[in-house]
C-alpha cells in the first residue's frame, strides 16, 4: 500500500512538470487506483488459516468484486466533477499505481 501511495505521489509530481491540470489528473488516477485496491487488501486478508479457507475465498471474491464496484465509482465521481483533465495523465497515473503490483512482487522476491 505505501508503494502504491509512493507511485501516486511520483504520478503527480511527475506530470506536474507537464502542468498543473495534468498533475492534478494523474494524482487523482493514481488515487481512483489506489483506495480500491486499499480496500480490497482490508477486505480480503482478514481471515488466514486452514480453518478459515471457505471465508478466505469469500472475502477475496467479495474483495475484488467491491474494488472494481469502488474503482467505477471513482472514475464516474472524477468525470462529473467538471474539472479540467488531462485524459491520458488521468489514465498514466492509474496505470502507473495499477503496475505497482507487478513491481512489488519482484521486490518482494528479491
Not at 511520483?10 to 488516477?29: D, E, F, P, Y
Amino acid at each position: 500500500m505505501l508503494l502504491q501511495l509512493g507511485l501516486t505521489l511520483l504520478a503527480g509530481a511527475i506530470a506536474t512538470l507537464h502542468s498543473s491540470v495534468a498533475g492534478w489528473s494523474a494524482l487523482l488516477g493514481g488515487i481512483a487506483c489506489a483506495i480500491p485496491n486499499a480496500y480490497f487488501v482490508w477486505r480480503a486478508f482478514r481471515f488466514r488459516g486452514a480453518r478459515y479457507a471457505g471465508k478466505v475465498a469469500e472475502a477475496l471474491y467479495r474483495g475484488e468484486a467491491w474494488k472494481f464496484i469502488l474503482t467505477a465509482l471513482m472514475f464516474a465521481t472524477i468525470f462529473s466533477q467538471g474539472w479540467p483533465l488531462n485524459y491520458p495523465a488521468l489514465f498514466a497515473g492509474f496505470v502507473m499505481v495499477q503496475l505497482g503490483h507487478l513491481f512489488s512482487a519482484k521486490i518482494a522476491n528479491l
